[in-house]
């Protein structure tokens, strides 16, 4: 970040900040515990955009009301366009609010955002409508803590390149922040969590779901003593919120057309179109919450007024294309990883669409019993999925405030972004009580190096000369096919079969039908073997595997409380 802003530690001030394309959100840590700021108008979640009435900006939730009543110099969906030439956006989500326009290659909206009746409407570019949201986020943040913030932590997707990335924190300087690191949804997502004073550090792979409004990033991170590793990542632009409002807009519509037949369809009309919107969002958000929800607009269409209700289970129906298609994306990270559903501890809802108990629901049939899914809908215990990103990045920026803005830079970046890693497991072989051979892992596969691990093995019970070998270990997944049925409702097993498999996501899965899939630990390469000569009586092996940053492995073996050792090295 060289040439970027940078304030010195004593006089920061710092907040996490999440910037969505269609929320943000502010966060800060008081006595290490991440906080998320409301603004003036009480809201957590703030909507990504900007409007001007009279040469007066208003943003949030303020600037989304006047999506229905002054579009044209209302700008919202942008946050996607930073760093983008013009030719390879997508302006789809812009249709009902200022248009991007191309200025020489660069991405920009035209607005009348002066006082002056007669005033030429100003031509804005992307990054300065991003610096003048940012100025006011960091302005209601400064409120709120009664003091001027300076830095942030924010949060970006895992896919922002290295221009988009620039072009953020140019905008973030612009606005008078120093961004002290930008680190990727997932990470901030799971780091809110880990740094709860209940968690316990454990090694595990996570899967981070960030469901938001125009976009669906799913990530593979391997946990490792508190470092994390992306493995994998997915996005998808068609199954999100904004999809999930289109279904209700589509249905009300319909509805409403259904009663008045000889009524213009509201969706033909631009008013209609955000009012229909506006309404159908908040709808959807009901439905989060209650069995039922109302949907009320005035005016919808030729001055007629609309009211209806609807109920979770059809909702649910009508939008399964929708939530199945995020199904798939999770599933396809996880294959694109290398991995099984069986090798994910913990999957994270985030983003506001992982409000949605459906999702949540669905994603505990998808994954095995022994997976956490953090979803408020599925564990009490689970953190608001839309305020993990900034309470990540607040606990990210408390934990590095007081470094130079040099040594931030050098030293925490790769922390968080992908580091090198070893893909199969380090380990020892042992014998099971039947007398067979399994593996023992010491560094289990996608553990950030350098890393070095310690493992206390029995030895054989009358101890003597012992043998170490140290191998590569890998998973595979064993798959045990149930017991045939009784015969006599063969036929009805067929159709419910077939049925089940139809409607896998959405009806309760036959336990008795299921194969019993569990993961066990294949003996790969041997890569060295240390003897130990007369080991005490009960007595144990200590093993230490030790990856260094260039993979190469430095592997020594002793017994507990003896002296001396074995030690070898291997190069990569
Ligand atoms: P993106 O960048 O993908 O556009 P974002 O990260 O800016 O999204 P989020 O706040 O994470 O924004 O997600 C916004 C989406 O979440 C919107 O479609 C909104 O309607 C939806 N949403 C918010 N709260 C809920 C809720 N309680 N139930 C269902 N959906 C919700």
Redesign the pocket.
Known sequence: MSGAKSVSPENRTVIGL????????IAYTVDDKAEVIANEDGDR?IP?ILSYVDGDEYYGQQAKAFLIRNPNNTVA?F??FLGKDFEHIDPT?NHASAHPKDVDGAVSFTIKDKAEEDAEPSTVSVSEVATRYLRRLVGSASDYLGKKVTSAVITV?TNFNDKQKAALLAAANAADLEVLQLIS?PVAAALAYDARPEAQVEDKIVVVA????????VAVIASRQGMYTVLATAHDYEF???A??KILMDHFAKEFLKRNPSAKDPRENARGLAKLKFEA?AT??????GANASFSVESLSDGIDFASTINRLRYETLSRTVFEGINRLVESVIKKAGLDVLDVDEVIL???????PRIASNFSNIFPQTTRILAPSTNPYAIN??EL?ARGAALQASLIQDYEADDIDQSTHAAVTTVAHISNAIGVVSLNAAGEEIFVPVVPAETAVPAKRTVHVAAPKDGGDVLVKFVEGNTHIKVTKPEPKPKEDKTAKVEDAADSDEESDFSDDDEEEEEKREKVWKIGNTLAEAAIRNVKKGGKVEVTVQVNADLSVILTTREVGAQGGVRGQLNA
């Open positions: 999440t910037f969505g394309n269609s929320n943000s959100s979640q990504t969906y946050r996607d989500h997707p949804e960030e469901l938001g409004g125009t976009r669906s990033d999100n919120g904004v999930l409002d969002e959807k958000r009901a439905l989060s919450i985030s983003g506001g669409t992982a409000h949605t999925p839309s990103g």
